[in-house]
């Protein structure tokens, strides 16, 4: 479980108090998934969290039986994990009964809200339906823009 959220080597060894801040995030949510509750409430899972690290949070979650929760701004992991949007605006709930795309579709205002739209009808790229052929090259490309976004604002 621990070579699942990048922990190698001599790493798994460590005390938890020398950890940084996101491999303790990374090993909460390993301790976590060992034993997984049937519910997951989640706020930012990714905050702390570097893309690699992300990326097996996601994979983790994808095999995730139970039902889960989550609050994020991170449009890849929102992208990724969420099956349906609940928008919170000015104390009001309105639930998008599909993922982001549709979310994005739905709302009509990809440009107002600073996000790409999909070309994707909606529902395309919803977990667990039809994910087109190109589901794959489409996550290959994502990857590397923010393996290419970490090095620009690395140094």
């Known amino acids: ?61 994808q095999a995730y039986e139970g039902a889960l929760c989550f609050i994020s701004h991170d449009v890849h992991f929102i992208r990724a994990i969420a099956r349906r949007v609940v928008r919170v605006e000015s104390g009001q709930l309105t639930e998008f009964l599909g993922d982001w795309d549709y979310y994005l579709w739905k709302r009509g205002s990809a440009g107002e809200l600073g996000f790409e739209r999909s070309a994707f009808p909606p529902g395309r790229r919803c977990r667990g339906g039809a994910g087109g052929p190109n589901r794959r090259e489409d996550r290959r490309r994502a990857a590397e823009a923010r393996a290419d976004l970490a090095r620009r604002t690395r140094g």
Do not use: C, N, Q
Not at 12 to 35: F, H, M, N, Q, Y
């Open 1 to 61: 479980m621990l070579g699942a959220f990048l922990f190698r080597g001599d790493d798994v060894d460590k005390p938890a108090a020398v950890l940084s801040g996101g491999e303790k995030s990374r090993l909460a949510l390993a301790l976590i998934l060992l034993d997984p509750p049937s519910v997951l409430l989640m706020d930012e899972p990714t905050i702390h969290l570097d893309i690699a690290s992300v990326d097996a949070l996601i994979r983790a979650l």
